[in-house]
């Protein structure tokens, strides 16, 4: 994708993640435009990002991008309307709280408002495309930008197509958010629960399964993954794990992957 620096990106919300997305888009040399339906809160979440976050981050020197605290900050602008919001945008963000109406709500007037070619995100953690985005007529450009929260500070992004999603889309948002600096992922379909939180939820199962067997107890549980496994993952995956513990790697003629399983144990 050719580099869109300049170009403007609308966040719908601006509580936390409203406010982490704003950062981050501005980190990346973005005009950044934020909307609130409550009227004051935009404004206020300027000030938050200007006093509390970005210059703070400046005099500790974990800015991110290549501009300064005030260059990120001339490129920030608040809206209590939002066609005024969405005028220019080529990206929109949403960043409403976790309320599936409270999001088709906002994308149905979000539609409205803006032309065939802009792409509408959401960033919901755990409803799906199909359903946020069911009371949109043009399916083909709407996608799921799932954070980590905060989105600043852990960069894992999740892309969730609708089931409708053109794959320009995919490629248009996976290109954003390796330019403004995050770790994008991409989902071939929908799914409950995404990526992320299939394999937490599968920590967790089984974490609450072995304390309650009386198998071990909860401190040492937790050390079994911020001792071990958690250091282990810190720097690699799962699936790269096993392939390193395989003398010939995962993939091996002379291993099948459950013996790779095994070993990586």
């Known amino acids: 994708m050719t580099s869109l620096k300049g170009k403007i990106i609308t966040v719908v919300g601006s509580g936390l993640i409203g406010r982490s997305w704003a950062m981050v888009f501005l980190s990346g040399g973005y005009k950044v435009k934020i909307y609130d339906n409550e009227p004051g809160q935009a404004s206020g979440a300027i000030t938050e990002i200007s006093r509390k976050q970005l210059e703070e981050l400046q005099q500790a020197k974990m800015l991110r991008g290549n501009l300064t605290a005030a260059q990120q900050l001339s490129l920030l602008s608040s809206h209590d309307d939002l066609q005024q919001a969405l005028e220019g945008a080529f990206f929109v963000q949403e960043c409403v709280f976790e309320d599936?109406?409270?999001?088709?709500?906002?994308?149905?007037?979000?539609?409205?408002?803006?032309?065939?070619?802009?792409?509408?995100?959401?960033?919901?953690?755990?409803?799906?495309?199909s359903n946020v985005f069911s009371c949109v007529q043009n399916r083909t450009r709407c996608i799921i930008s799932h954070p980590v929260n905060p989105p600043y500070y852990v960069?894992?992004?999740?892309?969730?197509?609708?089931?409708?999603?053109?794959?320009?889309?995919m490629d248009v948002a996976y290109s954003l958010m390796t330019e403004v600096g995050q770790a994008p992922v991409r989902l071939s379909k929908e799914i409950d629960g995404f990526a992320l939180n299939r394999v937490q939820y599968a920590i967790i199962a089984e974490s609450w399964r072995l304390v309650q067997d009386g198998v071990i107890s909860v401190k040492d549980i937790d050390l079994v993954m911020s001792e071990g496994l958690g250091m282990r993952y810190a720097f690699i995956g799962p699936i790269e794990t096993m392939h390193l513990n395989a003398p010939e790697g995962k993939l091996s003629k002379k291993q099948s992957v459950k013996t790779c399983y095994l070993s990586s144990l």
């Open 100 to 129: 599936l109406e409270a999001k088709q709500t906002v994308f149905h007037e979000v539609e409205n408002l803006v032309t065939e070619s802009v792409i509408l995100s959401s960033s919901t953690s755990c409803l799906m495309p």
């Open 155 to 169: 960069r894992l992004v999740e892309l969730v197509p609708h089931p409708e999603t053109v794959p320009a889309v």
